[in-house]
């Protein structure tokens, strides 16, 4: 085992050099080539331009020129039509008042549309139209080249200039946070850069294949062209991304330089296509992809300034994500690898990348869809604030005892369901697992069936509203106190006198809630047989009215102190009185009522009742 | 301004005869699609008529010179540049038609004055293009698209603000497309035949050759003069640039300064319309006709300082009167900002578009019920 492992590491080495000593000498042979293109790319570009030239005089070239106005005539006549009814709604877009970055984007993604659909509309009519005329020999791969290059262009510029908008400042089209000078300066080397790069990309075909025949030249654009995007893009690196954020009100710790990253880049994509053509768009595509994921953070703070709230984190990881998996798909496509085979043909190790990715857009998705959750349960709680234990409990101390519970089960659950998605992305087989955590599950499903019942019962007594937060209830077994902490299997109760009552909501049974909406108090009032009723009950009525207009204890009314003659015993008229009051006031006003009322007896000159009892001996005698 | 609308309604109308005669000449080539005989029949009808007849050819060589120079007048006599997307590529397209016309014409003149021989029969001039000197049939093909496309543009943007347009729009704009693609399709069609022609009958060849070494001989002479003429026309645009160059940079010492609705503040050279300066200055403001005064969709009411505008001319009065404008309502596109400076409403909303032109009162209720 342990040799083998040597040997494979021997092996790898060996390769490893092999690998390096290749790569070097296709390199090498490429500069050979390439010096040899430019040397004799002037003589060659000379006896090419000679044979096109010859070849366009002649009847058969007047012949392709003609059908090119044609093609022209048609696509501007198509693109014509599609702007007489599109230029209203353009125009109505950007005269909207583009008051946040955000706006600005929904206008931008709207003149993108506009401007891509006519684009469109053109290349197919021109495109379309050619396929209907007999073309001289090598004509129509010059057609269709030179189209693709009219549209790569306009798709660039369209880009562009949504994007960067660089003209009309003041309609705040702009949709990155370039400043305005720079955006123009910005905006044209990237037309130069892209127009370049189109141009490298499209003419050397044609002009190694038709009737220039001329390889070296074509070579020697392709270099020249591909070279001078390239220096005008490692330049822009450092004119625009150099110096310090656009937000500069904003007193920030100093970063490293973006520009650097980007230069680099730029320099390492055209290191790669000197050595390695196929390589070069792979790496051209990794690039953009670094740069993006460099550029997106402060571009999706450009849009959610002044949101706190957990958006642009979702809209920063969902983009990154998206960025990367376009990225993956460009690769594919450039490296012209269908993806159906490649997890069938290729050796472990990819099949193994290829999984691991999976886990990771997996992760990813979890982890978008736990920042949701967690920036909605937040800000409502933050919204909610803490609990004042003075105040009477609202509905929202209910959501303070759901919300948090709510986000552990999520977080939970996504995890639990994470894990074994990943498990099962890897190719690890997890029906046993599964199977296994079934026969557990019943195994201790029967020695937990009072935690699932505790469970279960809390959720329906938080769902019915039973008792929040700081509410006094009292259950069924002699369990009284204030709610002052609900967890998923029991509710803490602090009893008045002190002591905390942990209950599980599977033994708490009826409860009985004396917290909620009002309170009615009665007590009863004895006094001597000898009072006129009426005048005590005028006087109750009296101190209720009283009560009900002192700034204390007024509000605490709900509805004031009444009474009445309620029994008459013997040498007892017994008063009953009430009131009504919000839940955790009566003592208060009770007391207050008392006072009161023993006052208005001292002054009406009558006593309580006492409890004396004339009893009359018949004496026998 | 009151020769202002004159000028242009005679750039318009000059236009016009150049168009039908364009149209006239491209139809014919469009019949070589039929044959070349067929085309040459036609010719007496479609093409000969404005060379032969005397008066005709004088309209239109008039014409000609007319519309280049008040082209030129309207460059010089702009105040700004602030130029829609369609102008600046008509613009364009119109400084490149004389010098390629010139080509053209003065090729077909010099041709047949030294050689007699050569009848300007389409035959004989389709086998030099296509077979003895093709660089003039590249030539050609340059003039279709670059004069078409000039005097396609002129005719929509003047008849799309038209009722009229409602109805034929959309027959005339396919036939405005349709004429230079049949055209060139009956330019490649009796290309082919004339060099099947010049293979089978050696006869035919050889006169032309004929007259093509005449012509070559006086290649010099052809080149000297639209050298010439090329140089002079360039000279005068660069006239006409200088003009509006000199007066850009002698309005910019003097400020005004318009208010809009909304809050908006936007500053301009004195002498500059208002829409002028809207249009420098981003304010959103529609103008379908691009400040030709005929459209009335970049109307504003005045809300202060109308003694500062200029006053209303002929155009402004008829197009207000049209469009069923209240008092103290302007067209923004004709009225100049020559005192300190203007607050305006602006009436119709940035995306309007042809149709309220074509029926403003649509527009106008629709203006009415938003401000209300």
Request: aromatic residues 2%.
């Given at each position: 085992m342990v040799r083998r492992r040597r040997e494979g590491n021997g092996v790898n080495e060996q390769s490893m050099a092999e690998w390096s000593a290749v790569v070097l000498a296709t390199a090498k042979a490429r500069f050979v080539a390439l010096g040899a293109d430019l040397a004799q790319a002037p003589t060659e570009a000379q006896r090419a331009y000679e044979s096109v030239y010859a070849a366009l005089m002649t009847g058969t070239g007047v012949r392709a020129a003609t059908y090119i106005a044609i093609l022209l005539f048609v696509g501007i006549a198509v693109e014509w039509l599609y702007w007489m009814y599109a230029y209203s709604p353009l125009r109505a877009a950007m005269a909207m008042p583009m008051l946040t970055p955000a706006a600005a984007l929904r206008v931008g993604l709207r003149r993108l549309f506009l401007s891509l659909s006519g684009l469109l509309l053109f290349t197919a009519a021109a495109i379309g139209v050619s396929a209907a005329f007999a073309w001289p020999p090598h004509v129509h791969e010059l057609i269709i080249a030179a189209t693709l290059l009219l549209l790569v262009l306009r798709l660039s510029w369209i880009s562009v200039s949504v994007i960067i908008?660089?003209?009309?400042?003041?309609?705040?089209?702009?949709?990155?946070?370039?400043?305005q000078p720079q955006a123009r300066w910005l905006a044209a080397a990237l037309m130069a850069a892209l127009a370049l790069l189109a141009l490298g990309r499209f003419l050397p075909p044609v002009l190694q294949d038709g009737?220039?025949?001329?390889s070296h030249v074509a070579s020697a654009l392709r270099f020249i062209a591909y070279s001078l995007a390239m220096l005008i893009l490692f330049v822009s690196a450092f004119a625009f991304f150099g110096g310090r954020d656009v937000r500069a009100d904003v007193p920030r710790a100093p970063l490293f330089p973006r520009s650097f990253p980007l230069a680099l880049l730029v320099a390492a994509v055209y290191a790669v296509w000197l050595m390695n053509d196929r390589a070069a768009a792979v790496a051209a595509i990794a690039a953009v992809v670094i740069a993006l994921q460099i550029g997106l953070r402060p571009i999706v703070y450009f849009y959610w300034r002044e949101d706190d709230g957990a958006l642009p984190a979702i809209v920063l990881s969902l983009s990154r994500f998206v960025v990367a998996l376009v990225g993956i798909g460009a690769a594919a496509v450039a490296l012209d690898t269908p993806l159906a085979t490649l997890a069938e043909d290729v050796g472990p190790w990819v099949r193994v990348g290829l999984r691991l990715l999976g886990v990771a857009v997996l992760a990813l998705l979890a982890h978008g869809v736990w920042i949701a959750i967690r920036s909605v349960v937040d800000q409502r709680l933050k919204r909610i604030?803490?609990?004042?234990?003075?105040?009477p409990p609202d509905a929202s101390s209910r959501l303070l005892t759901l919300l948090p519970l709510l986000r552990v089960t999520a977080a939970v659950m996504l995890l639990v369901m994470l894990v074994l998605c990943a498990l099962w992305a890897l190719g690890i087989e997890i029906t046993p697992l599964l199977a296994g955590a079934g026969v557990l599950g019943i195994a201790l499903g029967f020695g937990a069936q009072a935690l699932v019942r505790d469970v279960i019962a809390g959720i329906f007594f938080l769902a019915d509203d039973a008792f929040r937060v700081g509410e006094y209830i009292e259950g069924s077994g002699n369990t009284k106190g204030t709610v002052e902490r609900i967890t998923l299997r029991s509710v803490a109760l602090r009893h008045h006198n002190g002591p905390l009552h942990f209950v599980p909501y599977g033994a708490l049974g009826s409860v009985r809630n004396t917290s909620r909406d009002w309170v009615i108090d009665k007590f009863n009032l004895p006094l001597p047989i000898e009072v006129e009723s009426e005048t005590i009950r005028k006087m109750l009525k009296k101190i209720g009215e009283d009560m009900k207009a002192d700034p204390v204890l007024g509000p605490m009314t709900m509805e004031p102190l009444k009474g009445k003659l309620y029994r008459i015993d013997p040498g007892v008229k017994i008063f009953r009185c009430k009131f009504r009051c919000p839940p955790g006031k009566q003592f208060d006003l009770r007391a207050g009522a008392l006072k009161r009322i023993e006052a208005a007896l001292k002054k009406m000159d009558v006593q309580f009742a006492d409890g004396r009892q004339t009893i009359l001996l018949q004496n026998p005698a | 301004m009151h020769g202002g609308s004159l000028v242009r309604t005679v750039r318009l109308v000059s236009g016009l005869i150049l168009m039908a005669f364009v149209t006239c000449h491209l139809a014919n080539l469009a019949i070589g699609m039929q044959s070349l005989a067929e085309m040459e029949a036609w010719r007496e009808v479609l093409t000969a008529p404005w060379t032969r007849s005397k008066p005709v050819f004088f309209l239109l060589a008039t014409a000609a010179l007319v519309h280049a120079t008040l082209g030129l007048y309207a460059i010089a006599s702009r105040r700004s540049l602030a130029l829609s997307t369609t102008d600046v590529v008509q613009l364009v397209l119109g400084l490149f038609t004389p010098p390629l016309l010139i080509a053209h014409v003065i090729a077909l003149y010099m041709s047949i004055r030294v050689s007699p021989g050569f009848a300007d029969s389409y035959g004989q001039i389709q086998a030099v293009y296509w077979s003895f000197a093709p660089s003039y049939a590249f030539l050609q093909l340059f003039v279709v698209v670059v004069v078409w496309m000039h005097a396609a543009i002129g005719l929509y943007s003047w008849l799309v603000l038209k009722p009229v347009w409602r109805r034929i729009g959309g027959f005339v704009l396919p036939v405005l497309f349709a004429v230079p693609i049949l055209a060139l399709l009956g330019f490649a069609q009796s290309g082919q035949e004339v060099l099947n022609r010049l293979a089978a009958d050696p006869a035919w060849r050889a006169a032309i050759l004929e007259n093509v070494g005449n012509i070559a001989k006086a290649t010099r002479e052809l080149g000297n003069l639209q050298s010439n003429a090329i140089l002079t026309w360039a000279g005068l645009v660069a006239v006409a640039f200088g003009i509006l160059a000199a007066r850009i940079l002698r309005a910019r010492m003097m400020p005004v300064q318009v208010d809009y609705d909304g809050g908006i503040r936007a500053m301009g050279r004195h002498g500059l319309s208002v829409l002028e300066i809207s249009l420098l200055n981003d304010v959103p403001h529609a103008h379908v006709c691009s400040g030709r005064g005929r459209c009335g969709t970049c109307r504003v009411r005045v809300e202060a300082g109308a003694p500062s505008l200029s006053a209303i001319d002929e155009q402004e009065r008829s197009t207000l009167e049209r469009v069923g404008a209240a008092g103290g309502e302007r067209l923004a596109c004709q009225a100049r900002v020559l005192g300190a400076g203007v607050a305006v409403t602006?009436?119709?909303?940035?995306?309007?578009?042809a149709t309220a032109a074509q029926a403003p009162d649509e527009w106008s209720a629709g203006a009415a019920k938003e401000t209300a």
């Open positions: 908008a660089p003209g009309r400042p003041r309609l705040r089209l702009r949709l990155v946070p370039v400043a009737v220039a025949q001329a604030g803490p609990i004042d234990p003075h105040e | 602006r009436l119709l909303p940035a995306f309007a578009d």
